[in-house]
């Protein structure tokens, strides 16, 4: 299976932890580190860790770019990234050990209309060299929902697998596109069918929606919950181990992408994927950067994942 990740809105995530933040307050963070990174750079990182050749794009600013092809040649990712002016942007990523994940994302570069018109131009070949391009993260200013959505339906009619990973507005639209698969968190689930989910039940049914618009592989999310994974051979449900030591929950949401994406080109069943999936997410939560550090550990995870189906 050849395989692109595409990341249109990049960023530097600056990662930190503390106890809790104190609003209006000088708060001392525990420093994790500065990484390239981007939710589709963040599946790639994964994938190349697995093992998998892969190719990545979208848009870079010239200016500070050196970071991310360091760490394209160090992960022995294809860099198919379509240069602009300007910087990439930086996101700070707080772990607070009480909470949740607090996220600062600042604005970054500003694509233009000749910008966006020669990255679609280049993404109309895609078929000669993928297979299945997954699409991850926000859009940069410049790129509306409107020309995401028919951007994403021209990958669509060129015959790829797009797997769809995005929220908000670009969401909404682009589940308009005929992605392949989507992996909304609970949470963005409730806003795509405004309502409150309060059991797996309505979780089920809000998910089938989706199915219903044409969407063939329907995955939510739900933290330390699991997932649930609709498609044509019904639903299942994963239960993850219980994590102990959380040092960072930033990346595993992508690290399930990745997990989801390396089943798919190894032609594993259903379950099989799920489980490595899971585990892969899993696996995230305990270290402070976005990869795998040992393949092994995700495979003793993989063991403990209960898979139900319902």
């Not at 270290?287 to 994942?305: C, F, H, P, T, Y």
Request: charged letters at 20%.
């Amino acid at each position: 299976m050849r395989i692109a990740t595409v990341t249109l809105n990049p960023a530097f995530d600056l990662v930190g932890r503390l106890k809790r933040i104190e609003i209006g307050e000088v708060n001392t963070v525990e420093t994790l580190g500065l990484y390239p990174a981007g939710k589709g750079i963040n599946v790639a990182k994964v994938l190349a860790d697995l093992g998998t050749n892969l190719a990545v794009t979208g848009f870079l600013g010239e200016e500070n770019q050196g970071y991310f092809v360091n760490a394209f040649k160090q992960n022995g990712l294809n860099d198919e990234f379509y240069r602009i002016q300007g910087k990439t942007r930086i996101n700070v990523k707080i772990t607070e050990t009480e909470a949740d994940v607090t996220d600062l994302n600042f604005l970054g570069f500003e694509i233009s209309a000749q910008n966006w018109e020669n990255f679609v131009a280049q993404s109309s070949q895609w078929k000669d060299k993928f297979d299945l391009i997954a699409v991850c993260g926000s859009l940069p200013r410049g790129v509306n929902p409107e020309q995401f959505a028919e951007w994403l339906e021209s990958l669509h009619q060129q015959g790829l697998k797009v797997v769809l990973d995005t929220s908000n507005a670009a969401l909404t639209s682009g589940l308009t596109a005929h992605p392949w698969l989507i992996k909304p968190n609970r949470r963005e689930l409730e806003v795509l069918v405004d309502r409150s989910l309060n059991s797996t039940e309505e979780i089920i049914d809000a998910a089938q929606q989706l199915r219903n618009q044409g969407i063939e592989n329907v995955i939510i999310s739900m933290g330390e919950k699991g997932s649930l994974w609709l498609n044509n051979e019904g639903v299942l449900q994963a239960q993850p181990p219980r994590c102990e030591n959380v040092v960072s929950t930033v990346g595993a949401g992508d690290s399930m992408v990745a997990g989801l994406i390396y089943g798919f080109s190894q032609d594993w069943n259903k379950s099989q994927i799920l489980k490595f999936a899971s585990a892969t997410s899993a696996n995230a939560v305990a270290q402070s950067n976005v990869g795998v550090e040992d393949r092994k550990v995700i495979d003793a995870l993989a063991e403990q994942v209960k898979i139900t189906e319902l």
